[in-house]
Structures are given as structure tokens and as C-alpha cells.
């Protein structure tokens, strides 16, 4: 047994430090990246926000808006080969570098993701997602499906320390997926006690994975784009969401209406609710680590996306970063007790 007696820090902890700008207007600051992968070697351009793996946020429906505001969508893994076809004779072709094809760690996994792959030539990215990344069946995976396509842009998590993350990169992944508990409708910490502040493993992780050209998503915590905003400035070349993406027209699940008012559907993935709709059940040797709750009707997609650039891009003037690349450079972190006045919160 050992303790570690540094305290390490999560969205609720921190605020950035505002400093001297020359900028105007947000509208003079750039969200796009340009990224070129460790072991793909491709380059990417666009904003570096991503629609995380769950069937109510990752599907075709979201894929296409958040390509068409040049981000990213994990797609669920959920789908079909066959809805996959479709959805890849539908879509504009120039959008398909914002589209990654999500997967597991079973046979039957690796031979779906296959027959996914041989559909279209434009699908760049693969997403390899499990809840605990320190398996070794889980980096023998990876092993495996880099050997198989050594071109695709491999993600590959969730970890949180850095030496796992540097593992991940020398095993194949360009980029290594951050976070393990904090999303809102997880609750790894308490089924299991284990977990790490998303701010503190962030940081750990980015300084990993940069010293081997490498890059990190930060994936769960943000609940609003303050929260965004913090991640890109705590060093995470992206950011994943999950509840910030929930709710909307192109979200999966039904509208429910209740008293009057409407809302969506919008669990885990380790949840009863996802476990019975895909495995008939929890199996008797686990426990379901996520919630399912109701998140209310938020509209169209677009409105929620504009809002979130808009808050990074009015951090972003805070510090005087002129683009987002320029972020993490120009953050100083402050401990904090307190985040907003709450006096008129709901």
C-alpha cells in the first residue's frame, strides 16, 4: 500500500487565471488545429471537440452536424455493418475525416471492425474504447489492430496516469483517451473506489504523451465550456463530450414527455439500461457503474456547439490566445473554492 499526498485537482478545483490580451473580439480566435499522428502519420485539421461513444451522443445523426462544424464524433459501436453502409452512401465524403468508428476488444468486435474499414477508404479514425485501459488483453488488442491498419489514426483508452499513457503510444495508439469516473452518468468511483481528478490526470497525461509526439483526448467532467476550456489549458489536444451533447434532436432515444415538458433519455454505458439493451442484462460477476437519467430536450444540436465555441473562444481572449493551440501556453491554473454564485441556479 501506498498513499500519494499531493492533492490532485478536477474542473471544481480550478479557474484560469485571466492575463494581459491584445485581442478585440473572440471572432479573431482560431479553434482549428492542425495535428499530425505518431504512428498514422496523417495530419488533421479541424476543432478538436468530440461526440463521445454512447448511443444517446455518438450517432450518424450528430456525426453529420458536428463534421459539418469540422469536429469529431465517436460512433457508437452499436451499429450494424449494414447501417454503417448506408450511413457511408449517405454522407458527403469530405466529412468522413470527422467520423470515427468506435469498437471493443472481443473477436467479434475485431472482425466487425473489419468489415467496417473495407466500406470506405475515407474512414481515417478508430476509436478502441474500454472503461479499464491497464488490461493487457486491452494493449494486445491494440498491438493487433495496428499491425492490421497501420494508416488509421488509432485512439485507444481510457487511462490516467502517465505511464500508461506512454505504453499506449508505444503499442500502436496516436492518441490516448483521458479519464476514468468523472463523466456525469458514471459511477466508477463509487462501485469501485477508483479514479482520478480529470485536471491533475489531464496534465499527467499530456506530459506523457507530448514527450513521445503523441496526443491525449480528455474524455468526461465538462459540464459546461468553462469546463472545455480548462481541459484544452490543462494540455488536451481534445476534448470529449457526453452530457454537454445529450438531449438534442440528434441524440439517440425517444422524447418523453412529463408535467409538460419534454426530455430525453441519457444513461452510461456500463449502465442496467445499456447493459440490457445490448447484452440482455449485467452479467452475475459485475456491477453497473452508470446512471440513467432524463436530460431535458435541448433542440438542435448546432445551438449547444455554438455555444461551447464561443466559450472557448471567450477564454481564449481572457489569456490572449490569438488560437486555441495557444491556450495551454497562456493558462496558470488557480485553486479555488468556489466557481459561480448560485443564488438564482434552478
Known amino acids: ?8 485537482l478536477g474542473f471544481k478545483d480550478v479557474m484560469i487565471r485571466p492575463k494581459r490580451s491584445t485581442l478585440k473580439s473572440r471572432s479573431q480566435v482560431s ?21 463521445a461513444n454512447m448511443d444517446t451522443v455518438g450517432t450518424f445523426e450528430a456525426a453529420q452536424v458536428m463534421a459539418e462544424y469540422k469536429m469529431l464524433t465517436a460512433v457508437h459501436k452499436h451499429y450494424s455493418v449494414e447501417q454503417w453502409q448506408s450511413f457511408l452512401n449517405d454522407i458527403d465524403k469530405s466529412l468522413l475525416p470527422h467520423v470515427m468508428v468506435s469498437t471493443g476488444t472481443s473477436e467479434a468486435d475485431y472482425e466487425k471492425l473489419k468489415q467496417i474499414l473495407r466500406l470506405d477508404v475515407g474512414l481515417e479514425f478508430v476509436c478502441i474504447d474500454v472503461a479499464n485501459g491497464y488490461s493487457e488483453h486491452f494493449v494486445e488488442f491494440l498491438r493487433r489492430v495496428r499491425a492490421e491498419f497501420q494508416q488509421i489514426t488509432i485512439v485507444a483508452g ?4 502517465g505511464e500508461m499513457a506512454e505504453e499506449l503510444l508505444l503499442s500502436g495508439a496516436d492518441i490516448v483517451k483521458v479519464g476514468i469516473g468523472p463523466g456525469s452518468v458514471c459511477t466508477t468511483r463509487v462501485k469501485t473506489g477508483v479514479g482520478y481528478p480529470q485536471v491533475s490526470a489531464t496534465i499527467e497525461c499530456a506530459d506523457a504523451a507530448h514527450g513521445l509526439n503523441g496526443h491525449v483526448i480528455s474524455d468526461g467532467g465538462c459540464s459546461c465550456p468553462g469546463d472545455v476550456s480548462k481541459a484544452f489549458g490543462a494540455g488536451a489536444d481534445f476534448v470529449m463530450l457526453g452530457g454537454m451533447l445529450a438531449g438534442h434532436d440528434e441524440s439517440g432515444g425517444e422524447l418523453i414527455e412529463e408535467g409538460g415538458k419534454q426530455f430525453k433519455l441519457f444513461y452510461g454505458m456500463s449502465s442496467d439500461t445499456a447493459m440490457g439493451k445490448y447484452h440482455g442484462g449485467v452479467a452475475n460477476y459485475r456491477a453497473s457503474e452508470g446512471k440513467t437519467v432524463k436530460v431535458p430536450y435541448r433542440g438542435a444540436l448546432a445551438t449547444t456547439l455554438m455555444d461551447i465555441q464561443g466559450g472557448v473562444r471567450s477564454t481564449c481572449t481572457y489569456v490572449g490566445a490569438a488560437a486555441l493551440k495557444e491556450l495551454s501556453k497562456r493558462t496558470t491554473f ?4 468556489e466557481q459561480e454564485n448560485r443564488v438564482f441556479s434552478s
Open 334 to 337: 488557480i485553486r479555488v473554492q
Open 158 to 161: 481510457n487511462v490516467v496516469t
Open 31 to 51: 479553434l482549428e488545429r492542425t495535428y499530425t499522428f505518431r504512428n498514422s502519420k496523417r495530419t488533421w485539421t479541424g476543432v478538436p471537440i468530440i461526440a
Open 1 to 8: 500500500m501506498h498513499v500519494e499526498n499531493e492533492i490532485k
